[in-house]
């Protein structure tokens, strides 16, 4: 609906040279199935993204720095945005969302984060771990009672799988949940959690058996002001400093069943769906911040004269430029292209992968070469630069290092 495929016969004729013939072992990159092509935007989704465009200059471009020095975490514009539609984008209209689908929703953090990695981050992980989650793996109960809160904005959400000692050894977790009765007791702390102290309802994944175990994790809802349950400290962090990252602690803290999200012992198998959204999340967060750093790198060159002539008509500067606008492309098909088998309910979890690695590398690296085509002035935080460079690095780290993608890619293609 979203994207069609052009020139199939070409690529089936591609695909008959290409493919190991007799063997399913291989996996040719130039797949029929995993190739799209001619891309296309429709009118929805073009009026999605002027949406969240809008509301990222007008509410979040005037308050930038200040949240940003302050490290103040703006919740009145994630309840703003609740009203616009953009905190339950993927959530069917039945439990209170939009009803969109993956392609609007990238292209609306994108917007938000050309503007701001802040609020792109905050409200990336509002939608595709939390309410993705209870979307997902809910009951029919759970989502009518959860998510309408969430695509509203009443709620703001948080998701929490990581800990200290256990990041990408998630397996490994030492949050545990021990079941008494009709009820389970959590104890333990998750750490890295977006919105870890202000989000109204977190998902979490405790441990239910033995480390290392297989299937030995579930997850559950808990909601903010249960007893046993608070938010931590807070981290000071160098970029993305407008979205809140903190710990979650779980102290004795007693849950009904009714809480429970799936089967026990199914966590983490939900987690790696869970994920594989969040990547595409992130893959249009780095997008973002790379057009932001892209455009505001074309305008300053434009403006900037050495010699008397603007700074852009010497080689060295067009050519970087050119490499921006080449590789920010690059980034955006792929990560279109996992949203829209996203959409389909195809497998995503190598399209997703090789979307958030691309895209990641390719913020911080434009980012970075914008800061050299502003020279002296990108090292300062009178231009906008400095920040997307502060926030781009995030993007290679969070939901899955880079060096976690290349395992998952490695993984598929090798399958």
């Known amino acids: 609906m979203y994207l069609r495929s052009g020139l199939q016969n070409l690529v089936n004729r591609v695909n008959d040279c290409l493919l190991f013939q007799g063997s399913n072992s291989g996996c040719c990159l130039f797949h029929s199935e995993c190739l799209l092509m001619d891309f296309e935007i429709d009118e929805l989704s073009r009026q999605a993204a002027a949406t969240a465009r809008d509301f990222a200059l007008q509410y979040i471009k005037p308050h930038v720095m200040e949240w940003d020095e302050a490290q103040h975490f703006p919740s009145e514009v994630m ?19 939009a009803g969109m689908g993956y392609i609007e929703y990238i292209l609306i953090i994108e917007e938000i984060a050309r503007v701001c990695g802040s609020i792109g981050l905050s409200l990336a992980a ?35 799988l990581t800990e200290a000692n256990t990041g990408s050894d ?28 202000s989000s109204n309802i977190t998902v979490v994944v405790a441990r239910t058996g033995a480390p290392r ?27 993305m400093r407008a ?11 007693r849950i009904s069943d009714s ?40 305008q300053y060159s434009k403006e900037r004269h050495q010699f008397d002539k603007p700074i852009s008509a010497f080689q060295g500067i067009s050519f970087k430029l050119a490499d921006m606008a080449t590789e920010i492309m690059a980034a955006e098909l792929l990560t279109l292209q996992a949203g829209d088998r996203k959409n389909k309910g195809l497998s995503v979890s190598k399209e997703a992968a090789m979307a958030k690695y691309y895209s990641s590398e390719i913020a911080v690296k434009t ?28 993007c290679t780290i969070g939901e899955g290092t880079s060096e976690i993608q290349k395992i998952v890619i490695a993984r598929e293609v090798l399958r």
């Not at 903010?224 to 160098?238: D, I």
């Not at 979205?243 to 803290?253: G, K, L, P, Q, R």
């Not at 198998?269 to 911040?289: C, E, F, N, Y």
């Not at 085509?373 to 300062?380: A, N, P």
């Open 243 to 253: 979205s809140e990252t903190a710990e979650m602690i779980f102290d004795n803290c």
């Open 259 to 298: 809480c429970r999200l799936g089967e026990v012992g199914a966590g983490f198998k939900q987690s790696l769906k869970v994920l594989d959204g969040g990547r595409i999340s992130i893959a249009a967060l780095g997008v973002g911040i790379a057009k932001g750093a892209y455009e505001a790198a074309v």
């Open 367 to 394: 980012a970075t070469d914008a800061v050299q085509v502003f020279g002296g002035y990108g090292y300062t935080k009178d231009f906008p630069v400095e920040k997307f460079y502060r926030d781009s690095k995030l």
């Open 213 to 239: 175990e297989k299937n030995n994790a579930t997850a559950f809802v808990v909601l903010r002001g249960t007893p046993g349950f608070k938010g931590g400290k807070k981290e000071n962090k160098l970029g």
């Open 79 to 97: 309840h703003a945005m609740g009203k616009l539609g953009l905190m339950g984008v993927v959530v069917p209209e039945e439990y209170g969302g």
């Open 126 to 160: 509002h939608n595709s771990l939390c309410t993705g989650h209870i979307l997902a793996f809910g009951n029919e109960q759970q989502k009518k009672e959860y998510l309408p809160k969430l695509a509203s904005g009443e709620w703001i959400g948080s998701w929490g």
């Open 170 to 197: 998630a397996a490994n977790m030492q949050c545990t949940a021990t079941p008494d009765g009709r009820e389970w007791i959590l104890n333990g702390t998750k750490n890295w959690i977006t919105h870890g102290i």
